[in-house]
């Protein structure tokens, strides 16, 4: 009896930045980038006093320490890209806006958009549990969707945003709408069932499709370590 390698068909690889991405980066895509980071950390630190003051019911998920994910990941999408996010939402979805009215000619460098105004306000609305919510204070903080600018919808439920965004990336390439999705998880999510059923049909079907895993390390107080055998999750979309 012997062993012999395995070989797959995927190749895995990784992307490195530089200084000379850096370079290649227009002034105004810089700024806007910018912009979302110090928006999304000022509008949390807004809501956690809210919170504090009684203003807002249940759990509040804030996403500090992730606004840089959000703000690169969104910089590289169109207007007509969709987005699906997890109950850790809030950056994703101010990103997301940001995005939008970026390609609709949104510039930093500028006034406030005044649409874009809208947007956050309304988001904050929304946690708030207000009438004026994107879902009309319905959602709340984790169940969050913005059919304009593309957020599909947040979830609850650890990797239940995955097959739904899955579904849209079915639906782009069914349509030939040439539009993309992201599917932000944490690293939780990727020990789901329905994580690796959506990666295996995704890949039977090339899917127009990017599974965002923002790794955090923890899953509440679970270790990456005590969860997978795996420790790059990236190796995750070989199965």
Known sequence: MKTIKLQ???DITKIITDDSDYQKTSPEKLANIAFEIF?????????LKLHADGCVHGPVH????HEACAAGAMSALAASDK???THRAHHHYLSKAVGYY???????FKDMDSSLQTEITNLMGEIMGLSIGCCGGRGGSMHLRNEKIGVIGTNAIVAGGVPLATGAAFSAKYN???????????DGAVNQGAFHEALNLAGIWKLPIIYFI???????GT???????????AVKAIS
């Open 8 to 10: 797959n068909d995927f």
């Open 83 to 85: 987005i699906s996010s």
């Open 214 to 220: 923002e790794n955090n390390l923890y899953a509440v």
């Open 176 to 186: 030939k709408n040439n539009e993309l999705i992201v599917s932000f998880l944490g």
């Open 62 to 65: 804030t996403s500090i320490g």
């Open 102 to 108: 970026a390609n609709k000619g949104f510039n930093a």
């Open 39 to 47: 928006l999304i950390r000022e509008f949390e630190q807004a809501l």
């Open 223 to 233: 270790s990456i370590q005590n969860a997978t055998a795996t420790g790059d999750l």
